[in-house]
């Protein structure tokens, strides 16, 4: 009865729509109230079943801790890949050998469930995505993690040993030889060291990790990673240099009057608040000397982990500072790496700097003066190629197929501007909805950017989607760029946190596999220990530990069954025999809190303690075949000393 209702209800709304009227394109038109431009989105965007996207986008989820992944120009989501939170479908968190990989995101003993995930990096050789590894930051937890693209699964989250929290991440260098991080908000660098406030200038301090990573291992090596520590001015975004400034890197920073509110008033420089100067400092290293520094051994331990200090740094020539327009947010090398664009939030002009007018100066030894740690400080006029004004609120830059054409987000105006660096001047504006953090372009920050598209973060959607309740889904929109005037295609809401930042590849350079080698742990991408081929599978109790050594197999899970005691330790390791394309079997034992997501070849560890008596039900949660229903099994927890008695 119920649902004959709601049949009527819905035919007689499509019948009142008049979708079925017709099936003339002007029909459709006239009815769903759509323009020509509206069409010509739609068939710029609409990719059609069994047609595939031409580009793939790695959208970080903000608050979720997780990877958000999508196809352009269709913007349709394909995947989320979990990160830094557990995730229930893919066994993130659920499963032993995924929960290996967040326990190493543990700080101080504690185990962190989630993350602020902001900037997620391809991996590059020679300047160009290669699609074969993802980085991603947590700003909250200062960490980073690296995701495998051949299995888009986690693979190693690393602790920043000196920060507390982190922005300036991840950006490779382009050979992906190191991925860099900036702390954000300073403090003490040693673990567990407690100084006042009012020690700020002394005791507190900023800094860059230089992280090394072994593309062959396809980890991160800590031990190898080094940082440089940095005055106390929030560090901010950073980026590699490429082609003539490859070897150098560059931080932003904000409120460099070193402003903390709450402290005794009167002692300068806290009286003024962040922003009260005109100018804050981009920082200018030399990583690969630093490097060096590091090999030559003049790097201090701190927390077990190498670090340049900053009076170090000086006397070796290494670090520079250049004014820049108050509360600089973004910094992006050009494609040819010979020129850096600066968006200051509180200044309408983009900052262009040169890199060699940096590198004349610091030949000639051009400094205006000397920040309070004795840094050398580069005269802003000395190094500025051009300033352009673009608008109200610029942060972030992105760079087109099109030489010397770039796109700037502008928070505060809602738009993108497309202007010329090498001239100086706008070419266009587009309005979007609205107050757009970052921007990216295809590929737009390697060394060849792919054109085509843009696509606008924008933190506030407002009313473009049907209301949800008070938090609104953030609006990612696509743009298209191949003119000469950007033309808005398609509004995409994305539910799952604020993305702050995502980059988007050529489809075609990523190649992942469809399968794993048979026992395969995915999360150290090595033979599991537990995995077995068919017919060896057994069950073996030692003590109170009970040690499963199973597989998965349309539609069977062997054992069909698990008899154990109240209070015993289970270990059940699963292999996925499948071959087959897209044959994932998942698992769980009822009210265990456990799951696991085994595709084909791989093998997944889940332990828990059997510490109810009882009969649990498991089963594959999965629809892999028509007998998927009958793809279970129980577990029998017998009380202590239980023996079968005769019924009858
Ligand atoms: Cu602009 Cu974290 Cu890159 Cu947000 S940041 S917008
Ligand atoms: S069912 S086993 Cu409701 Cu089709 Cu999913
Ligand atoms: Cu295997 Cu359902």
């Not at 230089?210 to 001015?233: M, N």
């Not at 973060?457 to 938090?471: C, E, H, S, T, Y």
Request: one cysteine or more; proline letters at 6%.
């Amino acid at each position: 009865m119920q649902r004959w209702r709601l049949a009527t209800v819905a035919g007689a709304a499509l019948i009142a729509t008049g979708a079925f009227a017709s099936d003339s394109l002007q029909d459709v038109m006239k009815n769903r109230g759509l323009s020509q431009q509206d069409l010509l989105a739609a068939a710029k965007t609409y990719v059609p079943t069994g047609k595939r996207d031409e580009f793939v986008t790695f959208s970080s989820g903000g608050q979720s801790g997780q990877v958000i992944v999508y196809g352009v120009p269709s913007m349709r989501i394909l995947k989320y890949v979990a990160v830094f939170t557990p995730e229930p479908w893919q066994g993130y968190g659920y499963d032993e050998n995924s929960k290996a990989v967040l326990k190493q995101g543990r700080i101080d003993g504690k185990d962190i469930t989630w993350g602020d995930t902001h900037h997620p990096a391809i991996s590059e050789t020679n300047g160009e995505y290669d699609g074969q590894f993802l980085f991603i930051n947590d700003k909250a937890n200062p960490r980073i993690a690296v995701i495998d693209l051949r299995d888009f699964e986690t693979k190693q989250i690393v602790v920043n040993p000196i920060f507390k929290s982190e922005h300036g991440g991840t950006f490779v260098s382009p050979n992906t030889d190191y991925i860099i991080e900036a702390a954000q908000y300073a403090a003490p660098l040693e673990n567990k060291k407690f100084y006042p406030l009012e020690e700020f200038n002394e005791k507190y301090r900023g800094g860059v990790t230089y992280w090394k990573f072994d593309r062959k291992a396809g980890r991160i090596d800590e031990k190898k990673s080094f940082s440089l520590e940095l005055p106390p001015y929030s560090q901010d975004l950073s980026d590699f240099g490429k082609g003539p400034s490859d070897g150098w890197s560059f931080t932003n920073s904000f409120c460099s009057e070193r402003y903390v509110g709450g402290i005794e008033k009167g002692r300068p420089p806290y009286e003024a608040g962040c922003s009260a100067k005109d100018t804050d400092y981009l920082h200018v290293v030399n990583w690969k000397r630093a490097a060096e520094l590091v090999a030559a051994g003049k790097a201090k331990k701190i927390n077990g982990h190498d670090v340049i200090m900053m009076d170090t740094a000086i006397k070796e020539g290494i670090l520079f500072l250049i004014p820049e327009p108050k509360s600089p947010h973004g910094v992006d090398v050009t494609p040819d790496g010979k020129l850096l664009v600066v968006a200051g939030k509180l200044d309408t002009h983009v900052s262009v700097y040169s890199f060699e007018k940096i590198q004349a100066a610091i030949k000639a030894g051009k400094f205006e003066s000397k920040d309070p740690y004795g840094i050398p400080v580069i005269a802003m006029k000395d190094a500025l190629h051009t300033q352009v004004s673009l608008g109200l609120g610029p942060l972030h830059t992105q760079y087109d197929s099109k030489s010397c054409v770039a796109y700037t987000s502008l928070y505060v105006d809602s738009q993108v501007a497309k202007w010329n660096y090498c001239e100086g001047k706008v070419l266009d504006k587009i309005s979007v909805h609205y107050n757009i953090g970052h921007l990216m372009a295809m590929e737009g920050d390697s060394t060849k950017p792919g054109g085509k598209y843009l696509v606008a973060l924008n933190k506030l959607a407002i009313d473009r989607f049907v209301p949800v309740g008070p938090l609104h889904p953030q609006n990612h929109q696509l743009i298209d760029i191949s003119g000469d005037k950007m033309q808005l295609l398609y509004d995409m809401p994305l539910p799952l946190g604020e993305p702050h930042y995502a980059v988007s590849i050529a489809a075609n350079k990523l190649k992942p596999a469809v399968r794993y080698k048979v026992g395969t742990d995915s999360r150290t991408d090595e033979k599991h220990p537990g995995a077995v081929k068919a017919g060896e599978e057994k069950t073996v109790k030692k003590g109170n530990k009970v040690e499963v050594f199973g597989t998965l197999i349309r539609s069977h899970i062997t054992p069909e069954t698990i008899e154990v005691e109240v209070g015993d330790e289970v270990t059940i390791h699963l292999t996925n025999l499948e071959r087959a394309q897209d044959e994932t079997h998942g698992f769980t034992v009822s009210t265990y809190n456990t799951h696991a997501s085994i595709e084909p070849g791989k093998t997944v560890t889940v332990k828990f303690k059997a510490d109810k008596e009882g009969v649990y039900p498991y089963y594959c949660t999965e629809f892999c075949s028509a007998l998927h229903l009958e793809m279970q099994g129980y577990l029998l927890v017998k009380p202590k000393g239980w023996k079968p008695t005769k019924t009858n």
